[in-house]
């Protein structure tokens, strides 16, 4: 069988020879395209919008399960957003207790007088070593109950630590006032003794006496140091000691310093271990420059030597 096609436009014709044996063989891919151009016009009739092939509760169930997993979706981002907000601010309370725990390691190193070069808070501790795997160690991941779970354990130690720092800085604090407070040492910064405490020979009358106190020389117009902080209770002249100063250190610490020359100091003044008082003289009963040094205990003058031998 021959097919002519004939062109007026172009005045061209073509033939075309159909071969028996030649349509068998298009014959299946015809068969092929034709079943999937159906294929789609079915697809496209089951699923238009009225569902009128499709039954109602199939796409009812499928839009369920839909919403299920969008909820399910919604439900797990808003418990890892809350995890994660969760983890932040226990983070943020360790920091807190972390620099709270710096900041009384730092003034517990200034109260001991501990070099920053030998121990510094503000550095991680030196540590190191070869790494080595532990044979039993667990290669599961770690759940997010267990960090937290760790994270409470952490924040209690350091809530622990932070309790046992402050006694430790309190305990460090009261000694350091008793070291402050105590009277140690000399009142001046060189010099001899001159006299002692207790019975002697009164070096006005020759006759044996007592004397409450230690004596001091030195050139006149040194300096007379307090002993221990405290404060001034009186300043000025007083029968037999010339000029004196007495300062009151707590504790039932009293320290008196007689026959100066010129006061520094006025009676409600705070002063400090070391800190100059008034100046050596010769005022009162003395017969030249010196400081009479005396310690009163609750009410009683003591011996001064343990004092000033305490700080030697």
């Known amino acids: 069988m021959d097919i002519i096609l004939v062109s007026h436009a172009r005045g061209r014709t073509w033939r075309l020879r159909l071969d028996p044996r030649n349509i068998i063989g298009w014959l299946p891919a015809a068969i092929c395209a034709l079943v999937l151009i159906s294929g789609c016009f079915a ?17 009812s169930q499928w839009d369920s399960q839909m ?4 909820g399910e979706l919604v439900t797990a981002r808003a418990k890892a957003e809350e995890d994660a907000n969760a983890l932040s601010r226990r983070i943020a309370e360790l920091q807190a207790y972390v620099m709270r725990l710096d900041a009384a390691g730092s003034r517990m190193t200034q109260i001991a007088h501990i070099d920053p070069s030998e121990f510094n808070f503000d550095k991680p501790p030196p540590m190191g070593g070869p790494e080595v795997q532990l044979a039993n160690q667990s290669a599961q991941p770690v759940a997010l109950a267990d ?7 952490l924040q209690q130690q350091l809530s622990d630590r932070e309790r046992q720092m402050r006694v430790l800085e309190d305990l460090l604090l009261a000694g350091r006032l008793e070291k402050e407070i105590r009277p140690s040492g000399w009142p001046i910064s060189g010099g001899y003794i001159t006299s002692g405490f207790g019975v002697r020979t009164d070096p006005f009358t020759g006759m044996r006496d007592y004397h409450p106190g230690i004596d001091f020389a030195a050139p006149e117009g040194s300096q007379v140091m307090a002993v221990a902080a405290g404060i001034v209770t009186q300043a000025g002249e007083s029968n037999g000691y010339g000029n004196l100063v007495e300062i009151d250190h707590g504790n039932g610490y009293v320290t008196r310093y007689g026959h100066n020359e010129r006061l520094l100091v006025r009676v409600g003044d705070r002063v400090r271990k070391g800190q100059a008082v008034a100046l050596i003289g010769s005022t009162g009963r003395s017969t ?3 400081v009479h040094f005396e310690v009163v205990l609750n009410g009683n003058i003591v011996n001064p030597e343990q004092y000033i031998e305490a700080a030697r």
């Open 67 to 70: 919403q299920v997993q969008r």
């Open 288 to 290: 030249g420059p010196h």
């Open 43 to 59: 697809a496209g009739w089951f699923l238009r919008p009225d569902g009128a092939l499709l039954p109602a509760e199939v796409v």
């Open 147 to 153: 960090v937290l779970g760790s994270l409470d354990q």
